[in-house]
């Protein structure tokens, strides 16, 4: 049973331009949620989806926009890109009514 | 505002010690906290939680004590092993009914053989 799969696994973009990133959740799983993480800090929720709509957001700008499908996996795109949106970018699938989070590994992104 | 908090940025031991990694959460609403293992390029994998209605949790070789009056948790490993060398995040869920999750900093542990 594969876990939840994020892709690519890194990349590097320039200042201004945008970025797609993917997530294919769990077996099982209906909720995905997105999370920044800084070198050296924790995780920072983005925002969360289920059925297909945003649920929750955190402190984030509107350059940071998301979309799920109806097969639950999920895109997080960054417009207008900044040096300070380098970052390792997961993803966290669960089931809405359980609380069980699963990580991905992640996409590190460098902003040049 | 939000914050979960660690109060050591690294921690190190030696193999077969037990070690304990620390965390103060603010916000007295919180329900449900989690402690993750996060190894250099991989995500953050699940170790234990606990509900605010429960003050111990065990598992396999790790225990999670939570102090709602003074709003601190704790992880405990026993027989540290060189395997457990990460960084330990502890994250708080302060929504009811979401399941967004506000981590800490973190702490390093480093396992000597």
């Known amino acids: 049973d594969a876990g939840v799969t994020q892709s690519p696994t890194h990349l590097i973009k320039t200042r201004g331009q945008q970025v797609t990133l993917r997530c294919s959740p769990k077996?099982?799983?209906?909720?995905v949620s997105w999370y920044q993480q800084a070198l050296g800090q924790g995780p920072q929720f983005i925002f969360q989806?289920?059925?297909?709509?945003?649920?929750q957001r955190g402190n984030f700008p509107d350059r940071f926009s998301g979309h799920q499908f109806p097969n639950y996996s999920s895109e997080l795109n960054v417009n207008a890109l900044l040096l300070g949106d380098s970052a390792l970018y997961l993803c966290?699938?669960?089931?809405?009514?359980?609380?069980?989070?699963?990580f991905g590994s992640g996409t590190r992104l460098t902003v040049v | 505002g939000e914050s979960v908090g660690l109060h050591l940025p690294t921690l190190s031991v030696q193999e077969g010690d037990n070690s304990i990694i620390n965390c103060a959460y603010s916000n007295s609403a919180s329900d449900y906290f989690i402690w993750y293992k996060q190894e250099s390029g991989k995500g953050p994998q699940f170790i234990i939680d606990i509900r605010s209605n429960m003050d111990k949790r065990q598992g396999q070789r790790v225990t999670v004590l939570l102090n709602k009056t003074v709003k601190h948790l704790s992880l405990q490993i026993a027989a540290t092993q060189p395997g457990d060398s990460a960084v330990y995040f502890c994250a708080e869920n302060p929504d009811t009914g979401f399941q967004k999750l506000v981590f800490g900093t973190g702490t390093r542990l480093l396992v000597s053989p």
């Open positions: 077996s099982g799983h209906d909720t």
């Open positions: 966290a699938s669960s089931t809405w009514t359980g609380r069980g989070y699963t």
């Open positions: 989806y289920y059925e297909e709509e945003e649920r």
